[in-house]
């Protein structure tokens, strides 16, 4: 056994532990590829740890050890790349038009074979599968897609003229060093941020691809200083601390996000349409233009909800909003007041404007909303309040508005039912 590999060994247990724990709190693929990545790593420490130095166990350690760390880097690179998004065919295509050549071309290298022709086979294949799927996938010439192509045949390159030297060992490092300079670019990509949990992640994978060229070098050039394992795989760590930032990262933006937005449609909640309202007056005030503030609510929508369950009453509501929010220009805003309520508010020149927009969302409910098979025809009471005419501030224009939709919510009773619900196939 390797006892130097040891600490190795129990810091990526932890951080094992760590990315378990985080993935308990949410379900994206990304954190299912970075914690099997993380097991892979581990997977190479732990074979590492147990290679006896010699025979064929030190070969099947080796072959498990170079195996899984080629894998890690892999689903690292699946997680964040741009071409294959939530798609998990698209996944498993990309990876293994990745993953078979390149472990094809490992475990010929630890198992001595010595036919060029077949190296040469493997670097063709990988080379075409991967280039052909991201042409298929991205389909369109841009700086990024003749960056990752280049790097592609960069590395390519870089493997068969190692092969040509009759040193295929070498490509092992190219190819592991090439996969962790592209993880480096599409986490960047990724996320497009200058946060330090990116920044961490990104020079992570820099340093850790670097490390295989450095290594190569230093064998050639320096070849009685050794350096440390620990030393070799900070980059690691850089990583994991970096993507543990990036998730805290995310995790703060995202409560940011749920304190002004409603969480299933994203719109404006009562705290966010409050602050646009108040904005609103202020401008109108400077201006002498008129604050149109409109409520709006969706009749018998409970019966939605009552009749086809909570899922089909969520969705439809997201096809409302998108239908609403069509209406609008980009200046309005519309804000969901409660469960099937929505406030608008526009600045217009008149009152006459204010019609218009009140025109036009009654009109965006005309057509059935279609959800899942179920089509739903429900109608939309609106009560409109105009500043300075009904109210001078927003509690006196919310007054007034909730009273005008009453208003209109009355004058519909007694007359058809506004929501007509009956199954229909897609």
Not at 238 to 243: F, P
Not at 291 to 318: R, W
Not at 363 to 378: F, K, M
């Amino acid at each position: 056994m390797n006892f130097n590999v040891l600490p190795n060994l129990v810091a990526l247990a932890i951080l094992v532990a760590v990315f378990r724990a985080i993935l308990r709190q949410g379900t994206a693929d990304r954190l299912h590829l970075w914690l099997a990545g993380w097991i892979l790593v581990l997977a190479h420490f732990a074979a590492q740890f147990l290679d006896a130095g010699h025979g064929v166990w030190s070969q099947i350690a080796t072959a498990i050890s170079l195996d899984a760390l080629i894998l890690a880097s892999i689903a690292f690179l699946i997680s964040v790349s741009a071409i294959v998004g939530s798609d998990s065919r698209r996944r498993v295509l990309l990876a293994s038009a990745i993953a078979v050549p390149a472990l094809a071309y490992a475990n010929a290298v630890i198992w001595e074979v010595t036919a060029p022709s077949f190296y040469y086979c493997l670097i063709a294949l990988g080379l075409t599968a991967t280039s052909l799927l991201f042409c298929r996938y991205y389909g369109r010439v841009t700086l990024y897609a003749a960056s990752v192509l280049a790097g592609s045949f960069t590395i390519a390159g870089a493997i068969a003229w190692a092969v040509a030297r009759g040193t295929p060992g070498l490509g092992i490092s190219y190819n592991l060093a090439g996969l962790n300079f592209l993880v480096a670019l599409q986490y960047w990509r990724r996320y497009r941020r200058g946060s330090a949990g990116v920044l961490t992640a990104v020079g992570g994978f820099v340093l850790w691809g670097a490390v295989f060229p450095t290594g190569i070098l230093l064998a050639a050039f320096a070849p009685s200083l050794k350096v440390d394992s620990e030393v070799w795989n900070i980059p690691k760590y850089l990583v994991a601390v970096g993507m543990i930032l990036t998730l805290l990262e995310d995790q703060i933006a995202t409560s940011k996000h749920l304190a002004y937005h409603d969480a299933l449609t994203g719109l404006p909640n009562r705290r966010l349409l409050e602050d646009r309202l108040e904005q609103a007056l202020v401008h109108a005030e400077r201006t002498g233009n008129k604050v149109a503030v409109l409520q709006l609510d969706l009749d018998h929508f409970k019966e939605v909800n009552d009749t086809f369950g909570h899922h089909i009453g969520d969705l439809a509501l997201q096809e409302i909003v998108r239908r609403l929010a069509s209406r609008m220009r980009a200046s309005d805003t519309l804000a969901r007041s409660g469960g099937d309520e929505f406030t608008v508010v526009s600045t217009v020149d008149d009152s006459a404007g204010a019609e218009v927009l009140v025109a036009d969302l009654a009109s965006a409910l005309a057509a059935p909303v279609t959800v899942e098979g179920t089509r739903l025809q429900t109608g939309l009471s609106i009560g409109m309040a105009l500043y300075p005419d009904d109210g001078r501030n927003p509690d006196e224009l919310h007054a007034a508005a909730d009273e005008a939709m009453y208003v209109a919510k009355r004058a519909t009773r007694g007359s058809a039912p506004a929501t007509a619900m009956t199954q229909a196939s897609l």
